[in-house]
């Protein structure tokens, strides 16, 4: 058990312990300023961000239960606080919330859980808001998103004179510019004045998930302010802790790291596979492999997918690009198919039986357990990475398996052509968005064709070829396409906090969504498909 320091007495005196020898440790450069940065143990990314006019040491008390329970910590010292210089531009949380993605970036962490503290609170919902594929979920501890959220502070709290000299002592130990801290402190506090300002509209867009935490003693944030936001922001869960104020992690850090480790276990829940494994989703899937099969053979056959080769797929399920595959290569190939799923692959061996396919056959291992002493000529998948918390480091691995010279070449989606299809048509594009935000908050990422460009040129491939396409039609099963998807996930709304009431009744949505088409005399559209394939180094 920590010991509670109620009134900052410890904390005043003594400041938080230092923080222990990092596992990776540096500086990232970005934009005029160099950002300090640590990371501790390994697992799921949590991202730890501080208050204004504080440090990353400051969550010393959270480190250790966070790293123990099997996560990578990562500690960032925000511009201009702790260890971390700026330049002189006024501060903005956008700048802070890039800073955060550039220390990400450095990393190699895609896609993280953010957990803010008082500004960190609002940089953390920043960069949810602008880049949600790359925040897992949003802890949001003791801020406002508006001016209407704060109190009028109170100058004789002795805990706030406590906090704001053991800030000014840790500034001259830690700073580049020892005795700056009152126009730090200036620029900082310029900043709050006017910093954030987000509508309700803004706040209704954000798609990430996000937990509302308030102290019951707050000295800055009104709790009706905090009210506001979790009703407003879609999904929202609210997480009241009593006795503590604006300062709880240090005062009482059992206490809030358990509010911490309560959401992240909420985050780590969606993020299985939220299309699931049911003998339905099965048939659905087939249905789909049906219509995008022309698709995916162009893109297979451009990628250099040929007679005699020896392919992986991964992500098999029921073997639609195995057996597609197996065609390409023919009786003079073979093709091992890779899935987690022991019944789809039951269905898959099946199915290539029935086809007469002999030089088919499916391995039951997780995607990145999976090894072949032999090697292979092409490693191929769909819709298979973009289910991954970190795609690029999963495909680094298989890569390994692929001999010199041989290809890699994936279909993934891409959403943002499909709801540009719906733009015109308010029932689909509802349908399609609430489709999109469920995978979203599963974990997924919903448009690959960045992360896929930029993973294939770090890993080392070379003749990289893209491609994207849309999928439409007037046929039955591109009409019905979104409709069997919203089905598929529509029993996870609400454990993923969404709520499709505004699609209406169940029965006659895939009625209503025939007649807007034909009322619009539009074509149905499918999801955007990304095709990626590169060679490895080397020569065949």
């Not at 949380?93 to 220390?103: G, H, I, K, Q, T």
């Not at 195995?322 to 898959?348: E, Y």
Request: glycine letters at 10%; charged letters at 25%; a neutral charge.
């Amino acid at each position: 058990m920590i010991p509670r320091d109620d009134d900052l007495a410890r904390f005043a005196a003594d400041g938080t312990p230092e923080l222990p020898h990092a596992d990776r440790d540096g500086w990232v450069d970005r934009d005029g300023a160099r950002i300090r940065f640590a990371s501790y143990g390994s697992g799921a990314p949590v991202v730890l961000l501080h208050g204004g006019l504080g440090h990353s040491g400051n969550w010393f008390h959270q480190l250790a239960a966070l790293r123990d329970s099997g996560r990578q910590v990562v500690l960032i010292d925000s511009r201009g606080h702790g260890r971390s210089t700026r330049d002189g531009r006024p501060y903005a949380y956008a700048a802070m919330a890039d800073d955060v993605l550039a220390v990400m970036d450095m990393l190699g962490i895609t896609r993280a859980a953010l957990v803010g503290w008082s500004d960190g609170a609002v940089i953390a919902l920043d960069l949810a808001r602008r880049f949600p594929a790359r925040a897992a979920g949003v802890f949001f501890f003791a801020c406002n998103v508006d001016p209407t959220g704060t109190k009028a502070i109170d100058e004789r709290n002795p805990l706030l004179g406590r906090c704001f000299s053991r800030h000014m002592k840790d500034y001259a130990r830690l700073s580049a510019t020892p005795n700056g801290f009152a126009a730090f402190a200036d620029a900082v506090g310029a900043m709050q004045r006017s910093q954030p300002n987000y509508s309700a509209a803004d706040l209704a867009a954000i798609r990430t998930p996000v937990t509302i935490v308030h102290a019951e003693h707050d000295e800055f944030i009104e709790r009706a302010h905090a009210d506001y936001l979790a009703r407003t922001i879609p999904g929202a869960r609210f997480v009241f802790l009593p006795d503590v104020s604006h300062f709880a992690p240090l005062q009482r850090p059992d206490e809030f790291n358990a509010a911490i480790l309560d959401f992240l276990r909420a985050v780590d829940r969606p993020s299985a596979y939220v299309l699931g494994h049911t003998a339905t989703e099965h048939d659905r899937l087939a249905r789909q492999a049906a219509r995008l099969a022309p698709h995916t053979e162009r893109m297979l056959r451009d990628a250099g997918i040929r007679p005699g080769l020896r392919v992986l797929d991964v992500g098999s399920g029921v073997g639609d690009v195995a057996l597609l595959a197996a065609r390409l290569v023919g009786p003079s190939g073979s093709v091992v198919g890779v899935d987690r799923d022991n019944a789809a692959l039951d269905r898959a061996r099946a199915r290539a039986a029935d086809a007469g396919f002999k030089h088919v056959r499916f391995v039951a291992s997780e995607l990145g357990d999976f090894d072949d002493a032999d090697g292979v000529d092409a490693v191929i998948g769909r819709f298979v990475l973009q289910f991954t918390p970190d795609p690029i480091p999963l495909l680094r691995r298989l890569v390994r398996l692929v001999r010199p010279g041989g290809l890699v070449a994936f279909h993934e989606a891409n959403w943002a052509t499909l709801l540009a299809q719906c733009v015109r048509l308010p029932l689909r594009r509802v349908c399609a968005q609430l489709v999109h935000d469920a995978i979203a908050r599963g974990g997924a990422h919903t448009n690959m064709e960045q992360m896929l460009w930029r993973g294939y040129r770090d890993i080392g491939l070379t003749s990289i070829g893209l491609t994207l396409e849309t999928p439409i039609g007037d046929d039955l099963e591109t009409r019905r396409w979104l409709f069997d998807l919203f089905c598929t996930v529509q029993p996870r709304f609400y454990d993923l906090g969404l709520s499709g009431a505004a699609v209406g009744d169940l029965p006659t949505l895939a009625a209503r969504l025939d007649a807007e088409l034909d009322a619009h005399h539009a074509l149905a559209a499918c999801l955007g498909l990304v095709g990626a394939w590169g060679r490895t180094p080397g020569t065949s």
